[in-house]
């Protein structure tokens, strides 16, 4: 009977250390309680509203931010504001908690994981289309769109300058004068999802590859 007691008192004394070691690792982002008054003789407490139920792990190395809940995809054209002469067509979306995909592995700052465990991309611009006319190509004109949209992406709710696109070789729908597509993305400053297409660039960039070998695939827009 005392060696099932003293055994009971070493897994209590044992569990809740391991729970108390764990804690510290974990830090949650609860609103502080501030009292506001109302009046002379009155005083409240209140609790600031909280933007998103998320808690960030503590870690030096940038962890995805974790969220409580499985929140819905959302996804809306967008106006771009962009008056530019020099385009024929620019389609922008505002795309929010969609699943990042097997193939792809964006940064943290562009991540979230939702409370099933799956990764999702944090709301952002998705630059679904952008046609300049061939008589202003290679002209600077692409370079100015991403500039305005790195503007909107900081101001749209929730971006934080975020930009998603697809490189895809478009030389069959529409005429263009680059190679490939992806270069003109790249020196923009948007990164692939996958880290062996970045490595495929700069070996493309270096000249150890021709241009046409430039990769295609999901890039973010990478200076934010």
């Not at 995805?64 to 771009?80: G, Q, R």
């Not at 193939?103 to 994981?113: A, G, R």
């Not at 680059?178 to 070996?203: Q, T, V, Y």
């Amino acid at each position: 009977m005392i060696r099932s007691i003293e055994l009971f008192s070493r897994l209590k004394t044992y569990t809740f250390n391991r729970i108390r070691s764990i804690s510290k690792s974990v830090s949650f982002n609860v609103p502080k309680i501030e009292p506001v008054k109302k009046d002379v003789s009155d005083t409240a407490l209140t609790l600031k509203p909280l933007k998103k139920d998320v808690f960030q792990l503590s870690s030096k190395d940038g962890l995805p931010e974790v969220l409580f809940d499985s929140p819905p995809i959302y996804e809306y054209k967008l106006n771009s504001g962009i008056k530019d002469y020099r385009l024929a067509h620019l389609d922008i979306e505002y795309r929010a908690y969609n699943f990042e995909g097997y193939d792809t592995k964006f940064p943290s700052k562009y991540v979230c994981i939702d409370s099933k465990g799956d990764r999702r991309l944090k709301p952002h611009i998705y630059l679904n289309f952008v046609d300049v006319k061939p008589e202003f190509a290679r002209q600077g004109a692409y370079k100015n769109v991403i500039k305005e949209l790195a503007k909107k992406a900081k101001n749209e709710e929730g971006c934080e300058g975020r930009i998603i696109l697809d490189s895809r070789d478009l030389s069959n729908y529409v005429p263009t004068q680059i190679p490939s597509p992806s270069l003109a993305h790249w020196k923009c400053g948007f990164r692939f999802a996958d880290e062996e297409s970045n490595n495929i660039m700069k070996r493309v960039l270096k000249g150890e590859l021709p241009l046409t070998d430039a990769p295609e695939g999901a890039m973010y827009y990478s200076l934010i």
